[in-house]
């Protein structure tokens, strides 16, 4: 729902003056007045996951994209951001054919927020890289070695490490690590560098787990609750948290239940029941709605109420966050701007309001972690 914009209304000048400067415009050469024309619209391509493991958070961050373009849209007599949606399944062929359609045939100049299964996709792509098309602010961790994926986040073993370092400053010793197999496992799975790595952190069990059957979920509850760590990582999405945390609370164990930005907080309750007593903490991309003391939250806190009528998330914050940068990056580019003019225009360092993103160095902008307690009882 767009609100009108409220435009400023400066003391008007005299009518002399006026009527001076338009006599100076019509009279002005059209080779001159050529010189400044404005730049025509980005237009942005957005391929939502609607059926995947994480398609409650892709409609979330394309809510929270939404609100930023529409800000930059407002006020302005032609469209700056031509912001265009698809809605695609997870099959390769579908998306790249999709991804092709946005290119070809909307002109779109980048490809906004893919989630984890239309990221790989994507920017294995030869018909996309071939074109030259960027893709941007993805809303997956996955960590791709790929020259034309742009990262306003930090990827899942960022996030791990992250949540290890933090739960360890708690004083907190004994930790359980759940990978589920399909989960990032080019980079989490046994016998990759980090999980070898993480196998050997003092007093962290690392275990693998089965995310779609809870009679597996229950077989790993068990050998954990004997355990009694005093927190529980869950690296993988939404239903694997939910049923591992389940399975652990029908054996006693309610402790630290430690997700990460895969999880979708309100389906992890509901899948938990509202009887669960245990700690619900999840790792967090961006600031959280919850803080108020940043612009960029302050902003989009009012945004999301002023054109969509909603509440903000986590989701919809990284999402608005990406949408900031290229406002303030790609939309300045030049008309006619070319692959290479757009990618010289992302390697910037940026402030979007007390929240910087540094893409100077390398296509990761941001290495921002943090855990948040989602609440959901009290841990013990």
């Given at each position: 729902m767009h609100a009108s914009s409220l435009i400023a209304n400066p003391a008007r000048p005299p009518r002399r003056r006026v009527l001076a400067a338009l006599g100076s415009a019509m009279l002005a050469p059209a080779s001159l007045l050529a010189q400044a024309p404005p730049r025509r619209p980005l237009v942005i391509g957005h391929l939502v996951d609607r059926g995947g493991a994480q398609a409650d958070l892709a409609r979330d961050y394309l809510a929270g994209a939404k609100v930023m373009f529409d800000a930059a849209n407002a006020g302005a007599r032609e469209p700056r951001v031509v912001h265009v949606v698809r809605e695609v399944d997870a099959d390769p062929r579908a998306a790249t054919?999709?991804?092709?359609?946005?290119?070809?045939?909307?002109?779109?100049?980048?490809?906004?927020?893919?989630?984890?299964?239309?990221?790989?996709?994507?920017?294995?792509?030869?018909?996309?890289?071939?074109?030259?098309?960027?893709?941007?602010?993805?809303?997956?961790?996955?960590?791709?070695?790929?020259?034309?994926?742009?990262?306003?986040?930090?990827?899942?073993?960022?996030?791990?490490?992250?949540?290890?370092?933090q739960l360890r400053s708690y004083g907190l010793k004994q930790l359980v690590l759940a990978v589920a197999p399909d989960f990032a496992a080019g980079s989490l799975a046994s016998g990759t560098p980090w999980r070898r790595q993480a196998e050997q952190e003092p007093g962290l069990q690392a275990l693998t787990l089965d995310a779609g059957k809870g009679s597996d979920a229950g077989a790993v509850a068990q050998r954990i609750a004997a355990a009694r760590p005093a927190a529980v990582i869950v690296a993988g999405d939404t239903l694997a948290y939910g049923n591992l945390g389940r399975a652990l609370a029908a054996r006693g164990?309610?402790?630290?239940?430690?997700?990460?930005?895969?999880?979708?907080?309100?389906?992890?309750?509901?899948?938990?029941?509202?009887?669960?007593?245990?700690?619900?903490?999840?790792?967090?991309?961006?600031?959280?709605?919850?803080?108020?003391?940043?612009?960029?939250?302050?902003?989009?806190?009012?945004?999301?109420?002023?054109?969509?009528d909603e509440p903000a998330s986590p989701a919809t914050l990284a999402g608005y966050i990406g949408a900031a940068w290229l406002v303030r990056t790609a939309l300045a580019a030049p008309r006619g701007a070319t692959p290479a003019d757009l990618r010289r225009a992302l390697q910037a360092r940026v402030d979007v309001g007390d929240f910087v993103l540094d893409f100077t160095r390398g296509s990761r902008g941001s290495q921002y972690v943090q855990l948040a307690a989602m609440g959901g009882g009290t841990a013990r």
């Open positions: 054919a999709q991804a092709l359609s946005l290119v070809d045939g909307e002109r779109a100049e980048l490809l906004f927020g893919p989630s984890d299964a239309l990221l790989p996709v994507l920017a294995a792509s030869p018909e996309l890289a071939r074109r030259g098309v960027q893709i941007v602010a993805p809303l997956s961790g996955l960590s791709l070695a790929a020259d034309h994926v742009w990262y306003t986040r930090a990827d899942y073993r960022s996030e791990l490490d992250a949540a290890i370092r164990w309610y402790g630290f239940l430690v997700g990460l930005s895969a999880v979708n907080s309100l389906a992890a309750r509901e899948i938990l029941g509202a009887g669960y007593i245990g700690g619900i903490v999840l790792t967090q991309i961006a600031p959280g709605p919850q803080d108020l003391t940043l612009r960029v939250v302050k902003e989009h806190v009012g945004r999301m109420k002023q054109f969509l």
